[in-house]
């Protein structure tokens, strides 16, 4: 969804390029707890039918709310790539389609590896504020021990989300490692 919405920031239809950035500054620019609370609360108010799950609510609130800080990093990768590599592929009789697949967006690839995996691993993070729908997550499950006199399962919350960050993070690193083929 990061990419599409990437494409609709970088537009030359005027409409289109300024209706993808109010969108993408206002989901910025709110917080995603506030947007999660919409997501669930307002389809009921204005139609009357609520979005099915509080699961499902979070989940499309996330996933729009990270679209649009993906396609930013999206929308920066594909500008850092210069105009001499669309140039080269034309030279060379590729289209246009065939440049953008397989000479700019593996050079994407490379170079939003670190910042997309930064935006990953605060989302994972911020599954936690799924629980203002009341959807049962780590964190909420351990203060509620924690309210009956069970200190260690927020201490346990603390070594889960440790240990799976940590395990993103070396994946990730891995991942750019195979990646350094693009060096100049």
Known sequence: MGLVI?????????????????????????????QVLIIFYVPGLLFGTPISTRFNAAIIAFS????????????????????????????????????FFKVVLLQVIKRITAPMSNEIITLVKDTALARVVMVVEIIREAEFMAARGYIWPLFYTGVFYLAFVGIMTLMFGYLEKRLSYFRA
């Open 6 to 34: 990437s494409f609709g920031s970088m537009s030359k239809f005027t409409p289109l390029r300024m209706f993808t950035k109010v969108i993408v500054w206002i989901v910025r620019g709110t917080p995603l707890m506030l």
């Open 64 to 99: 729009i709310n990270y679209a649009c800080y993906f396609s930013e990093v999206f929308r920066g990768g594909i500008e850092s790539i210069s105009r001499s590599q669309h140039e080269a592929g034309l030279v060379l009789g590729m289209t246009r389609t065939q440049i």
